[in-house]
């Protein structure tokens, strides 16, 4: 099946810097999703995205929808220990199977205290 | 509070028995999914249903069978379990307006 190309697959940034990661592909998608996963855990949803262009905010976490539709930003302000994780991506697209999402292989964030 | 749960959460099993795993969610979402997650190939989807009896196959259903009798659960099922199929497996679950999936804590399963 279709995967998102998600970047970084890894990063170490030092506690109280910004981290971005993104996610694109050749489709179309007309909902984004970011979740976040911790280690022995299931993925937990952080933001939603319903429009081409939308910016939402949850705390120190930032998401857009790009423009193009086929491309989605995270970024994490102010980095601190608990987010490491790992950040998945996902798409959803409209029509038949439209409740299926594809996602992302993962971007690892690791914060040096 | 509403959520989704999975069991076991561990299970080490031996080559060609059947294992089933459970999910059952009090979301009242009539979307239900399977995924199962391994490093390097991230989550891939295994089956999914969209209401009581139906069901349909994911991009890696071979080996793997669920059935829908309610709305709460969606078992899976190995029905001859291989080393292949070690590996976490997910169970989430969507509403039909927002789509947003909401995931299980995940059941490990070793096969030796």
């Known amino acids: 099946g279709q995967q998102l190309n998600q970047s970084p697959q890894s990063m170490f940034i030092q506690e109280g810097e910004d981290v971005s990661m993104n996610c694109t592909s050749s489709?179309?998608?007309?909902?984004w999703l970011w979740y976040k996963q911790d280690p022995g855990e299931g993925p937990v949803l952080l933001i939603a995205?319903?429009?081409?262009?939308e910016l939402t905010s949850n705390g120190r976490l930032t998401a857009q929808f790009g423009i193009t539709r086929k491309d989605s930003f995270l970024n994490i302000s102010a980095s601190i220990p608990s987010d490491v994780g790992i950040y998945f991506c996902a798409g959803r697209r409209s029509g038949a199977g439209s409740y299926q999402l594809t996602f992302g292989k993962g971007t690892k964030l690791s914060v040096i205290p | 509070d509403a959520e989704i749960t999975q069991s076991p959460r561990h299970k080490i099993t031996e080559t060609g028995r059947q294992v089933t795993l459970a999910c059952h969610q009090t979301?009242?979402?009539?979307?239900m999914f399977w995924y199962r997650q391994d490093l390097g190939h991230g989550l891939r989807l295994i089956h999914y249903?969209?209401?009581?009896?139906?069901?349909n196959k994911g991009e890696v259903s071979d080996g793997y069978s669920v059935s829908r009798s309610n709305t709460e659960d969606l078992p899976l099922t190995l029905e001859s379990a291989a080393s292949s199929q070690t590996s976490v497996y997910f169970c989430?679950?969507?509403?039909?307006?927002?789509?947003?999936?909401?995931f299980g804590e995940g059941s490990r399963l070793t096969v030796l």
């Open positions: 249903s969209y209401g009581v009896h139906d069901t």
């Open positions: 489709s179309i998608f007309n909902t």
């Open positions: 989430a679950s969507s509403s039909l307006v927002a789509g947003e999936l909401f």
């Open positions: 995205l319903y429009k081409a262009g």
């Open positions: 979301w009242n979402h009539n979307n």
